[in-house]
């Protein structure tokens, strides 16, 4: 009995995020912040013998996603292209093409600059695009959205990199001695100033100024082994900052509701107004965790009259763990659940569950292993089977 407690004790300390630090993610609420990172993933198989043709199946994903915040703005920007292609074994068999592009991007501005979490307004601008085998209809999503709401998202990666940076000096024995939360805090706000290093002293420069103010604030905390870092600290430092991933760290919530204006759809609805409202909630766990839960409805107001056309639910939760420096698990769940107003036609249930696993390889090569189940309900219809895909693929890394 005392062993099987034990053990379960030992798993669970694995699992769960531990540390000794007081410190926490949540502490980090600096609102001035550039972030941007742009991907391409691409993935293919192809098998020929003993069938009639040549069978192949692949596909691809690009996407950049960008936030620039100070204290009383924010501006976010996402976009994604991905596409497949496919033919079967059988002679009458064709090759198929799929693709679509999705992006937004919305500006918010804060009101009040007395508190952390703010009233603000806020614009947004959706488009979408899809081109599916068979499909008719494919007119673009096109909606201009403007509202108010309340509360902030804050971007702490930077103190989870300020962690690392110690962790790993601490280990290598440059650095001894606790370092105090204060300490944490200026570290952070070195590494997330790195853009002003490289407008101040160009890209060829910079990281040399970076890497002395680092040090800067570990002689100030009395922790240098030796009085500086010397070359293999700085060495370490670069390959935690330019080499190593560290998954996206956020804390915070904010809720907004919006009208709009829908251009187009893919129902074949044009200029019509419409009303949506959304729900964002971001909690690191520890060091190792990350949730990020967001729900949002939008609906079409025909006439201006609310209840007239199909009301869209969905709710999407990430959580993500670090495995390692070199290995993350990433995890989302994603319910969508469209109410038809049309009496002749059913409600639409769509689930998609994915889980992976990430090794990055290099600093711009990474390796990619998912598993997708994805369901579809309407109703009576026959095709509801949960459909189980499991992929490999390269992810590069653009910047």
Not at 59 to 88: C, H, Q, V
Not at 139 to 147: E, N
Not at 181 to 194: G, P, R, S, T, W
Not at 257 to 272: I, T, V
Request: hydrophobic fraction near 35%; charged fraction near 30%; include cysteine.
């Amino acid at each position: 009995m005392k062993k099987g407690l034990l053990g379960f004790v030992l798993v669970i300390s694995c699992i769960l995020p531990m540390t000794a630090l007081a410190l926490d993610l949540k502490d980090y609420v600096e609102p001035d912040i550039f972030f941007q990172d742009a991907e391409l993933q691409a993935l293919f198989n192809l098998k020929d013998g003993n069938q009639d043709q040549t069978s192949y199946n692949g596909s691809g994903k690009i996407w950049y996603d960008m936030e620039y915040s100070t204290l009383p703005f924010k501006w976010e920007a996402y976009a994604e292209g991905s596409g497949n292609i496919s033919r079967g074994s059988n002679d009458e068999d064709d090759s198929v093409e799929n693709w679509d592009i999705n992006a937004w991007t919305e500006a918010k501005k804060y009101l009040r600059e007395d508190e952390p979490r703010k009233f603000f307004v806020f614009g947004r601008l959706d488009f979408s695009y899809i081109d599916y085998e068979g499909l008719e209809d494919n007119d673009p999503y096109a909606k201009l959205t403007a509202g108010a709401g309340y509360g902030r998202i804050f971007t702490a990666t930077p103190l989870m990199e300020a962690v690392r940076i110690v962790d790993d000096l601490t280990k290598y024995g440059i650095i001894k001695g606790a370092i105090s939360d204060e300490a944490y805090m200026k570290l952070a706000a070195v590494i997330h100033k790195e853009n002003e290093y490289k407008s101040k002293y160009s890209l060829q420069e910079y990281e040399k100024y970076w890497y002395e103010d680092m040090e800067k604030v570990f002689k100030e905390a009395g922790v240098l082994t030796d009085g500086n870092l010397k070359a293999f600290g700085v060495i370490r430092i670069q390959d935690i900052l330019q080499d190593e991933n560290v998954i996206r760290r956020e804390h915070g919530w904010e809720a907004k509701a919006g009208l709009g204006w829908l251009f187009s759809d893919y129902q074949g609805n044009e200029h019509d107004p419409s009303f949506g409202a959304s729900f964002k909630y971001a909690e690191p766990f520890g060091f190792k965790w990350q949730f990020v839960e967001e729900f949002t409805y939008t609906t079409v107001l025909v006439d201006w009259e609310f209840g007239d056309a199909n009301h869209e639910f969905k709710n999407r939760m990430d959580l993500d763990y670090e495995i390692s420096n070199k290995i993350d698990w990433i995890n989302y769940w994603e319910i969508a659940y469209t109410v038809i107003e049309d009496s002749d036609a059913d409600d639409i249930l769509r689930n998609r569950l994915e889980t992976g696993f990430r090794f990055y390889l290099t600093n711009t090569i990474d390796a990619i292993t998912t598993l997708r189940f994805d369901h579809r309900d309407q109703g009576d219809n026959e095709d509801d089977d949960i459909v189980t895909t499991f992929y490999m693929g390269i992810a590069y890394t653009i910047f």
